[in-house]
């Protein structure tokens, strides 16, 4: 499939015998759910289908959602496993200064003085705030993902310019 996907939530399992599944989120955005008509999923990118969608119940850490082309468990149990994927038009637009975890991994991170420290290779999500994990030469060098350490980030040029404190840098 030549057009990339994102997946936002994941068939975790089969509910009741009409063939409804409970969905796993892999979004900040489970809103999204309660106005999708229909869905791409698959076990990979590469071999979706769409399906519409006949009702989705949102909860707190996963929805419930009945598929009209699912009409029974031996049906719902066959996608355990699957994804359901979205185009890029298709996602959440951000506000501003956010940005989606894979427009930032891979990024080149620098300093105020433009010396190259590494590449950002992982976002933790801790309760406080984010962490970006850099990591450089075997090294890992962990950045609180706020305004004081992160001074600008450029996903067109894929650079993250980051201010380092005493005791932060390794």
Do not use: W
């Not at 071999?47 to 009209?68: E, I, S």
């Not at 699957?82 to 300093?111: A, N, W």
């Not at 406080?128 to 004081?148: N, T």
């Amino acid at each position: 499939m030549s057009e990339e996907l994102f997946a936002i939530a994941s068939v975790e399992k089969a509910h009741g015998i009409k063939g409804e599944i409970i969905l796993s989120f892999l979004t900040d955005f489970p809103e999204r759910f309660l106005k999708m008509q229909s869905v791409l999923l698959g076990k990979n990118q590469g071999a979706t289908k769409r399906f519409a969608v006949a009702k989705v119940d949102v909860q707190a850490r996963g929805a419930r959602m009945k598929l009209k082309e699912i009409n029974d468990r031996d049906d719902a149990e066959s996608l355990i496993g699957s994804y359901i994927f979205v185009k890029k038009e298709d996602r959440v637009q951000l506000p501003s200064d956010t940005f989606f975890t894979d427009d930032l991994i891979g990024c080149t991170v620098q300093d105020e003085g433009k010396n190259i420290l590494g590449v950002l290779k992982e976002i933790m999500k801790l309760p406080a705030q984010d962490v970006y994990v850099v990591e450089s030469d075997g090294k890992e060098l962990m950045i609180p993902a706020v305004r004081e350490f992160i001074l600008s980030v450029d996903v067109n040029q894929r650079l993250v310019t980051v201010r380092l404190i005493d005791g932060l840098a390794g």
